[in-house]
């Protein structure tokens, strides 16, 4: 019956992203199916928006369909076995765009859509472009880190108990196998990513986490299994993919096969040994010590700011650069202390949005959008609030992170305090991060505190939009019996948006 529902919701959304002859690329991620297009303009992004399964439609360098945690990864090979049937059954060339003759009001819709992500893509800097490519990395490995942190946890309260004992070393082995070997998977995603032979990627990285390192010496000090981590892994998969593609170039075709690969891994190889795992070590270190720094001397205020502004960080696709960063910390510590304190971020959305729904009592269309995205805004996934509620309205986005700033900032004051609560992996916030809650203190004070943060997330971003988030004339103009949603933009001073849950902006997100 399931596997029934996810091919319905696939073979749903196929025809309105313009069939399978308009699809070039199908991935996804924690939340979001993510597809390549040629023509943008045969998306109907209104019917889309409009599917029971579609949570919200975010426009980047791909089309993504917010789908949720869990149902995304059970539709996409539905999906993309449904493009396969398509095209083996009826092999065209791509769809021809709509004609001015032929046009309606959704492909007029549809046509403003693709020039705004076309002046997006022009406007595309090149810094926000490697951030995309470093999240390109560090996506894919988001759900091994997600179970084996859920299985960390627990055995941890099995030991802490004394449950089991003949168990729980299993339990620590397969819970710990991934990350002593979080190296190799980034070095693999890293060669992909910059366009190299992925496996030559990881075997270099390998050398990182390889227990032989111990006998050799760099820059006056032995060096130890696992020292750089992620980084150094990141670091030596790019250098190969560069040896590798400068082989390609010089060494004649017919020793290719031998040359190639033996140049990539031992260039690459020495300048790691002799250089990056020892650069790379020291730039780690200062990363967790520079964090455990900020949120002990300052991390009422550290939360404060960094709760704040996560969701502008999130709108500038700013917000990729601390994918490594997280990733560092839990390598090096076990948890990252800064996951928790962002995650208040999503805690003042769903504050503001329900300060929004008592405050346009007689406007339905924003109403129902709020009663259908504030579930999955508990749980961590907030595009459909963002797009479909606080950006347009302007001023419940800007309140919505003052209820970020304000949960940030009572988490990080117990970090400051010395109850250090952290995440054992990245993606989930919400309520889905209590199962991946770590710190230096009990499970009942971690689960308080950040239970807490959430809270206060909510209540001051309630309460900053109920008072704050709208003007006497916004009151006016969207307070009224509105079935079609056409008031929600043009009472704030923006354009008519497609339909509720459509964006108006894109953000670069897990």
């Known amino acids: 019956m399931t596997e029934n529902k996810n091919r319905a919701t696939a073979a749903a959304i196929l025809p309105l992203v313009g069939g399978a002859g308009n699809v070039t690329s199908i991935a996804h991620c924690m939340t979001r199916l993510r597809l390549g297009l040629r023509d943008r303009s045969l998306v109907q992004d209104e019917r889309l928006a409009a599917l029971p399964a579609v949570l919200g439609v975010?426009?980047?360098?791909?089309?993504?369909?917010?789908?949720?945690?869990?149902?995304?990864?059970?539709?996409?090979?539905?999906?993309?076995?449904?493009?396969?049937?398509?095209?083996?059954?009826?092999?065209?060339?791509?769809?021809?765009?709509?004609?001015?003759?032929?046009?309606?009001?959704?492909?007029?819709?549809?046509?403003?859509?693709?020039?705004?992500?076309?002046?997006?893509?022009?406007?595309?800097?090149?810094?926000?472009?490697?951030?995309?490519?470093?999240?390109?990395?560090?996506?894919?490995?988001?759900?091994?880190?997600?179970?084996?942190?859920?299985?960390?946890?627990?055995?941890?309260?099995?030991?802490n108990l004394g449950w089991l004992p003949a168990v729980t070393p299993a339990l620590a082995a397969i819970a710990t196998g991934f990350m002593a070997l979080i190296a190799v998977f980034v070095g693999l995603n890293t060669a992909k990513e910059f366009g190299g032979t992925p496996i030559l990627g990881g075997a270099v990285a390998a050398i990182i986490v390889f227990p032989g390192v111990t006998k050799i010496d760099a820059f006056g000090q032995s060096l130890s299994p696992g020292q750089g981590g992620v980084l150094g892994a990141l670091g030596a998969a790019v250098l190969a993919v560069y040896v590798e593609k400068w082989c390609r170039r010089w060494v004649p075709e017919a020793l290719d096969v031998l040359v190639t690969p033996t140049l990539t891994v031992l260039v690459s190889g020495l300048v790691t040994v002799f250089g990056l795992m020892f650069v790379a070590g020291e730039i780690s270190t200062a990363i967790g010590d520079f964090a455990d720094w900020l949120l002990a001397t300052g991390g009422a205020a550290a939360g404060f700011v960094l709760g704040g502004l996560f969701l502008p960080l999130v709108m500038l696709g700013l917000h990729q650069a601390l994918i490594p960063i997280h990733t560092t910390l839990i390598e090096q510590q076990g948890f990252t202390v800064l996951l928790p304190i962002l995650a208040m971020a999503g805690a003042g959305q769903v504050g503001a949005a329900a300060a929004v729904y008592v405050r346009l009592p007689r406007n339905g269309s924003v109403r129902r959008t709020i009663k259908s995205a504030l579930p999955a805004g508990f749980l961590g996934v907030g595009e459909p609030l963002i797009y479909g509620v606080s950006l347009p309205l302007g001023r419940p986005f800007v309140t919505a992170c003052v209820g970020g700033a304000f949960g940030g900032g009572f988490v990080g004051l117990f970090n400051q305090l010395g109850d250090s609560v952290g995440s054992t992996a990245i993606g989930p916030s919400g309520w889905a991060l209590f199962p991946l809650l770590a710190g230096n203190q009990g499970m009942g004070v971690m689960v308080a505190v950040y239970a807490a943060g959430l809270a206060v997330g909510y209540a001051a971003g309630f309460l900053a939009t109920y008072f704050f988030g709208f003007s006497r004339q916004m009151l006016t103009d969207l307070n009224a019996d509105d079935d079609t949603g056409t008031g929600l933009i043009a009472a704030s001073g923006g354009p008519t948006p497609p339909a509720p849950g459509a964006p108006e902006k894109t953000p670069a997100s897990l």
């Open 58 to 159: 975010v426009e980047d360098t791909t089309y993504q369909i917010v789908l949720g945690p869990g149902t995304v990864a059970r539709v996409t090979p539905e999906f993309e076995a449904l493009v396969a049937e398509e095209r083996a059954a009826a092999p065209a060339a791509p769809p021809a765009p709509l004609t001015a003759d032929g046009l309606t009001a959704d492909g007029l819709a549809a046509q403003g859509a693709a020039i705004r992500a076309e002046r997006k893509a022009r406007n595309a800097t090149p810094f926000k472009l490697f951030l995309r490519r470093i999240a390109n990395i560090f996506v894919p490995l988001i759900p091994a880190l997600i179970g084996c942190g859920i299985i960390a946890g627990f055995n941890g309260l099995m030991v």
